[in-house]
């Protein structure tokens, strides 16, 4: 196993610069996702640091090694693609020992190896089929044992579960995370999904135009983030954003949103200042009107079962809370709703950054 060091990561093409400068260690045996929306740099750091992609400035190392100029083969990571990239002339078996007959294993080693990824991967009954009688998890299935037996320190994967129908999705999620728990290998895993980052990463990186805004903890990343774009990007349903004007009565702060005023705890800004107030859907309740901090109008509204998802109109603005689905609503209805003030984020209008009530 291995670690794997970025510092001042820069990539360009020609006059574009995709990466600008990314700095970032992912330790021995950790699992980090790489996030963010689509073309942010996501695969370019990925082909980087499997050798798939020139780098253009920075050090890369892998195991303290600096690997720059290394051919990828050279590495000792293995890479799983979106579309799997299995040969479609060879059986299973055959796609998942490739790697190792051209490193000249014996043929008895190499089934050992190809039965053991298989057993765990379980794909043991396919072995014989070719690539195209395969379902598209059994195609993954079978890309990531010829991942697994050659035992490299690093497994990278690009998008891996994005051909997949979202039932399937959620299965092989549960498998990486098991498969990851079993060998403890060093991996670094692109998605744009942020589900996906929050329930498989020890760690999220996320990127935004070629750059590393917010590393952490899932829970950090969800609970505090950094800035607007990761508050809004992490999250399911979106962050609500709402314009609002700071105002003063007495040494209480109030929150202005259109005609209603919320009490809030201070913030270090001016009176009649706009400031971007964001609220998740899941910290917002149902109430009577006369309790209500906020009483928009039911725009639409989502019975989910588990949850009921109302998207309100305020004065102009939307409103998404995601409610106990035993509260009953009709659209077109004026509704009550609640939250405690310290579930709400700050951002500035301006640049998005963060602001930290007092
Ligand atoms: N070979 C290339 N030549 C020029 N520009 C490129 C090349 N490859 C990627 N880019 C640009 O670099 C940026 C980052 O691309 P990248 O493929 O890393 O994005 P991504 O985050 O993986 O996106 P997606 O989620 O869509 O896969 C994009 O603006 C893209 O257009
Ligand atoms: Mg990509």
Aim: net charge negative.
């Amino acid at each position: 196993m291995a670690e794997v060091r970025l510092e001042g990561i820069v990539k360009d093409y020609g006059s574009f610069r995709a990466i600008h400068g990314v700095d970032l260690d992912v330790g021995d045996g950790e699992f980090v996702v790489f996030v963010g929306p689509s073309g942010c740099g996501k695969s370019t750091l990925l082909r980087m640091i499997a050798g798939l992609e020139e780098i253009s400035g920075g050090r890369l190392t892998i195991g303290g090694r600096l690997v720059n100029e290394v051919e990828p083969r050279d590495r000792d990571v293995a890479m799983v693609f979106q579309d799997y990239a299995l040969y479609p002339h060879m059986t299973i078996a055959e796609n998942i020992g490739f790697g190792l007959r051209m490193r000249d294993w014996k043929k008895r080693d190499i089934d050992r190896k190809v039965q053991e990824s298989a057993r765990i991967l379980q794909i043991e009954p396919l072995l014989e089929r070719r690539p195209a009688q395969l379902s598209g998890g059994q195609r993954q299935r079978a890309a990531m044992g010829r991942a697994i037996v050659r035992e490299p320190s690093v497994f990278l994967f690009d998008e891996p579960l994005s051909n997949l129908d979202a039932k399937l999705r959620v299965e092989m999620r549960t498998q990486i995370k098991r498969l990851h728990a079993m060998l403890g290998t060093t991996t670094v895993y692109v998605t744009h999904d942020q589900t996906e980052a929050l329930t498989l990463a020890d760690r999220v990186v996320v990127l935004d135009q070629g750059r590393v805004v917010q590393q952490g903890h899932p829970l950090e990343l969800y609970e505090r983030p950094n800035c607007r774009f990761v508050g809004e990007f992490i999250g399911s349903p979106q962050m609500n954003i709402l314009d609002a004007i700071v105002d003063r009565t007495g040494s209480q702060t109030v929150l202005r949103v259109g005609s209603t005023s919320v009490p809030t705890a201070d913030l270090p800004l001016r009176t009649g200042t706009h400031v971007d107030v964001g609220i998740r859907p899941e910290h917002i309740y149902w109430t009577s009107l006369d309790d209500g901090l906020l009483t928009p109008m039911v725009d639409v509204y989502e019975p989910l079962g588990s949850d009921t998802m109302a998207i309100c109109d305020l004065e102009g603005q939307e409103v998404t809370a995601r409610l106990d689905p035993k509260v009953r609503i009709r659209p077109k209805e004026r509704i009550g709703l609640g939250f405690d003030a310290s579930n709400l984020h700050f951002f500035d209008p301006r640049d998005g950054a963060r602001i930290d009530a007092g």
